[in-house]
């Protein structure tokens, strides 16, 4: 039952879209799937057609009753279905922005998130976590809570930048708390081959990481439909199926699963 979080610090790199279309992808190979935004921005939970705004309970509440032990709602109690009966979420608002100051002086700070995971780690096939972009607590937090980290990466110079800093993070976070997290891979989005630049981008991080870590075979393309999919409350494979964008995230599911198995 892996836990793989989806992580980068940078914005704008596709990490909730990936987090929405691989559990899609997953739950049309009949696996069931839990969805965790763990981003105050609630983006993941808008691609499932939830408000943020109008959300009574939401991760910052579990937190809260696994930080204080005042038995509040759990995991079950939060857990939102989807339209798509394999897959239920865990939503959040910008309330989740008060858990950095919360967590600065609880003990064992860095593992909450799996305990808040804990109860339910064997009802699902695959728990997915989309992390906010930053290097924060709540981004230490699903790292150590996590099997695997699933990295998405733009095909741009400024975007490969930072993958050392985030692959630093994730090296001390397995030296520290978590000795099994594992990289599932490097998942180039937003690329266009057609453009010489996109094309270095990729083969110089294949180059520079490819012999320790797994990059994706298959890339995402960029696409309009991206933007238009939250607004419709669906991910990509659900609003647009035949588009290039749904077809490389199958792929990149059936990637994951094959090697897997």
């Given at each position: 039952m892996p836990v793989v979080c989806i992580a980068n610090q940078k914005g704008g790199v596709g990490k909730t879209t990936t987090a929405a279309a691989f559990a899609q992808g997953l739950a049309?190979?009949?696996?069931?799937?839990?969805?965790?935004?763990?981003?105050?921005?609630?983006?993941?939970?808008?691609?499932?057609?939830?408000?943020?705004?109008?959300?009574?309970?939401?991760t910052y509440d579990v937190l809260r009753t696994v930080m204080l032990k005042n038995g509040g709602p759990s995991i079950e109690q939060i857990a939102l279905n989807t339209d798509n009966p394999a897959i239920d979420i865990v939503p959040s608002n910008i309330e989740l922005s008060q858990a950095q100051l919360d967590l600065v002086g609880i003990p064992e700070r860095e593992s909450i998130l799996k305990e808040i995971i804990r109860p339910v780690r064997y009802s699902y096939d695959y728990i997915l976590i989309d992390c906010l972009p930053s290097l924060g607590l709540l981004t230490i937090n699903a790292l150590a809570a996590a099997d695997k980290v699933l990295i998405p990466l733009q095909a741009d110079f400024l975007a490969m930048k930072g993958l050392a800093l985030l692959l630093h993070t994730i090296i001390e976070v397995k030296e520290k708390l978590n000795h099994d997290l594992e990289i599932l891979g490097i998942l180039f989005t937003m690329t266009n081959p057609r453009t010489l630049h996109s094309r270095e981008v990729?083969?110089?991080?294949?180059?520079?990481?490819?012999?320790?870590?797994?990059?994706?075979?298959?890339?995402?393309?960029?696409?309009?439909?991206?933007?238009?999919?939250?607004?419709?409350?669906?991910?990509?494979?659900t609003y647009a199926p035949t588009s290039d964008g749904a077809i490389a995230y199958r792929l990149l599911t059936e990637e994951v699963l094959n090697e897997k198995s």
């Open positions: 049309e190979h009949h696996k069931r799937v839990l969805l965790i935004d763990w981003d105050p921005q609630g983006s993941l939970s808008v691609n499932f057609g939830i408000n943020p705004d109008n959300l009574r309970l939401t990729i083969d110089v991080t294949k180059r520079a990481f490819g012999s320790r870590i797994k990059v994706f075979e298959n890339t995402v393309p960029t696409s309009v439909r991206f933007k238009e999919a939250p607004a419709a409350g669906m991910s990509i494979l």
